[in-house]
């Protein structure tokens, strides 16, 4: 889900052959998961750290969604990481 679908995600998404899904504008109800997202990245990430400046968080971004994707659990999908639910999916 992305609410601003930048070429290169496009593209990604078919290469993976991912189904893309927008969201509309303005409208917190669909935007709301990417919102969310951002949220928790601050509390966990940016504000713990007390990043400063953009290359700063260019540097731990990487590492950080590694963190979000292959070990954090989440209470949404399980408490599973993305990983194993995508893992569990694919089967």
Same mark, same amino acid.
């Given at each position: 889900?992305? !609410?601003?679908? #930048?070429? !290169?995600?496009? %593209?990604? /998404?078919? !290469?993976?052959?991912?189904?893309?899904?927008?969201?509309? #504008?303005?409208?917190?109800? $669909?935007?709301? %998961?990417?919102?969310?997202?951002?949220? $928790?990245? /601050? %509390?966990? /990430?940016?504000?713990?750290?007390? @990043?400063? +400046?953009?290359?700063?968080? +260019?540097?731990?971004?990487? /590492? &950080? =969604?590694?963190? &979000? +994707?292959?070990?954090? +659990? *989440?209470?949404? @999908?399980?408490? *599973?990481?993305?990983?194993?639910?995508?893992?569990?999916? =694919?089967?």
């Amino acid at each position: 889900m992305c !609410d601003n679908e #930048p070429a !290169d995600f496009s %593209k990604a /998404c078919s !290469d993976l052959r991912l189904r893309q899904i927008g969201t509309r #504008p303005y409208t917190p109800r $669909t935007s709301g %998961k990417a919102e969310w997202f951002i949220q $928790t990245l /601050c %509390k966990e /990430c940016v504000y713990p750290m007390a @990043i400063t +400046n953009s290359e700063e968080r +260019n540097r731990w971004l990487p /590492c &950080y =969604l590694v963190s &979000y +994707n292959r070990l954090r +659990n *989440h209470s949404a @999908i399980g408490w *599973h990481s993305p990983q194993q639910q995508l893992a569990e999916l =694919l089967g």
